[in-house]
């Protein structure tokens, strides 16, 4: 079967520095791929590359059916990214920015109502303005309006950083629901443990490349 | 003399030709040529006697500052059309940019110094010295939009929109500029009578800065892609530089 | 998701973002409003100030315009907004429009409120056989300003030293607008003895001023917001 997102030695620069130097990477449908790596390794880099925000250099990168090479654009609206930045807008509530977020794939409000319950935002949140959110509160915000957008491949960036141990819980949950009704997902995180148990399989990058890792423990 | 090649981009560079060279020396030629003519053989004028030989060095930089804007244009249109898009063509776009601003600013200032001579004034409204003003900073403000940073494909691309938006916009100024103060009389250059070795020179002087032109922007044009390939080198090594992270220690 | 319902999605959020933030109404009515006083202080001359006062009105709107496009993009940078809007692939085009929709909204008000500074600080005087021309030049020159505005803000939104990018690029494109604007409003008002029907001629600029860049807006504000 296809593979949902196939990197073949891929170079991308910014700023004239090469985030990825020939990085390889093959991930199925259903998977949940754990990235670690040091900090400044490419793990932020590899996800905006597969989100199709950054252009590639070198090398081939297919995701989702959408060649990066030939066009970035194909291959976002499929794909659901959740960087370091939320993407919210600290003047509207937490019910308007997941509303909008999910108006934009022309989700009903059944769906957004239950993506903000799937993130534990109950109706004493909803109608806060973000912009008043603790961070972690406003991290659930915004994996709530990834769900409302129904994407196929979630690419987070820390995710669990700023959510207490309740928080982690459900956003486990909510990952493994995804992978169990057909998402793809791909989580780089410091937290091994957690992310560890959450994950079906664990790639390091380092130096801009990608290494699948030995289950016993070494590169 | 063959032409050069720089690193993985593959450019070709043919600017030290034998073409070239030729191009070098009929254009210094030229140029003699129009001081010859511009500033000994033609005529005063009957009015204004000396002052009249600005308008030699005035009307070529006009010329020239309108050509070059034009070729920005086309050549930012032919990197946007998917059949023809090339570096090379961003290149051309912003060395012609560069030289086209050099002009203008040269037009601006030959052309407000014979207004003094003639009318006594440094600057009138007309539609033509305003249109090349409005020009001149629009030209400013794309050199500054080249210089955003990014990938050389990010850069060609933003830079070759905002090229073809101003030259949308040079129609709407120059006629919003005409209605707003209709040309005064005896202010207007081409109402001007010339005649004879007078008119000679001016066309000399046209065909002089315009083979200027195209060597200027040649050779610019080179220096531009001797700089990406410059860039593209030093990723090569970066690269290098990078995978080396990740051997282990 | 076609382009219009994006478009109607887009605005309807930006201006829930200005009624809820009020930033509009609390810091740039009153800047623009400060922009007329100074210039009277600069002026000081009570026969010129009526006579250029349709001048300094859209001057006024010109340099609160820098502010309300800095305004409408801080908001999609604060927290990535902008970034996100993108990876979604909600349709660029779809977003101009949105975007330059509020934007004429905002800009509206504030034209209004400027009219008023000036009907009261400058005793302009509104005249009702140009009631028909003021309106359309209104309209017709707000739409331009705001699809002009909301391109070049989206060009330098995120861009290094943008605060002063977008005067360097937006000031010298809206110059027909300014020329156009002034000289209609002229006509409609009556001021320096300009009748109604010299101010039509101008209008077709503006229209047409609007509708090239609200095409040409909508095909490229993609390319210049993509990294």
Known sequence: MEPVVRLADVVAVLGGFPVLAGASLQVGKGEIVLLRGPNGAGKTSLLRLCAGLLPVERGEAVVLGCDLVADLTAVRSRVGLLGHSNGLYADLSVADNVGFWGATVGATPAEIQGAMESMGLDTRLAPVLVGRLSAGQRRRTALACLVARRAQLWLLDEPHAGLDAAGRDELDATLRGAAAAGATVMVASHELERAGSLATRVVEVIGGQVFPVDPGGGR | MTPTEFGPTGIKCPTRTRFSRALGLAALVGIAWLALFGLVLSPDDRVQREGVRILYVHVPSAWLAYLAFVVTGLASAAYLFPKTRSLTWDRIAGASAEVGVLFMGITLVSGSLWGHISWGTYWTWDSRLTTTAFLFVTYIGYLAVRGLGGSQQQRARRSAVVALLALLEVPLVHFSVKWWRPLHQGESVAEKELEGLMLFSLFVGIIAFTLLYVWLVLHRQRVLAMEDSLADRGLDTALAERRQEALPR | ?227
């Open chain 3, 1 to 227: 998701m076609n382009t219009l319902h994006i478009a109607r999605l887009v605005a309807a959020k930006d201006l829930r973002i200005e009624w809820r933030s009020r930033v509009v109404t609390n810091q740039v009515l009153p800047f623009a409003a400060l922009v007329m006083v100074m210039f009277a202080f600069a002026l000081d001359n009570d026969t010129v100030l009526p006579r250029v006062a349709p001048g300094l009105v859209w001057l006024a709107a010109m340099f609160s315009l820098l502010v309300l496009v800095q305004r409408t993009f801080a908001v999609e940078t604060a927290d990535g907004a902008l970034d996100a809007l993108r990876v979604a692939g909600v349709g660029p085009a779809g977003i101009f429009l949105g975007k330059s929709l509020a934007l004429a909204v905002q800009l509206t008000v504030l034209e209004v409120m400027l009219l008023g500074a000036a009907v009261v600080l400058y005793r302009t005087e509104l005249v009702a056989g140009g009631v028909v021309l003021l309106v359309t030049t209104y309209l017709a020159a707000t739409l331009g300003l705001a699809f002009v505005g909301t391109l070049y803000g989206g060009l330098a939104a995120g861009a290094k030293g943008r605060e002063t990018l977008l005067p360097l690029l937006l000031l010298p494109v809206v110059a027909p607008v300014l020329i156009g604007a002034t000289r209609a409003t002229e006509a409609a008002l009556g001021t320096n003895d300009a009748t109604p029907s010299e101010g039509w001629p101008w209008i077709g600029l503006l229209a047409l001023f609007a509708v090239i860049f609200g095409a040409g807006g909508s095909l490229a504000f993609g390319s210049l917001i993509d990294e």
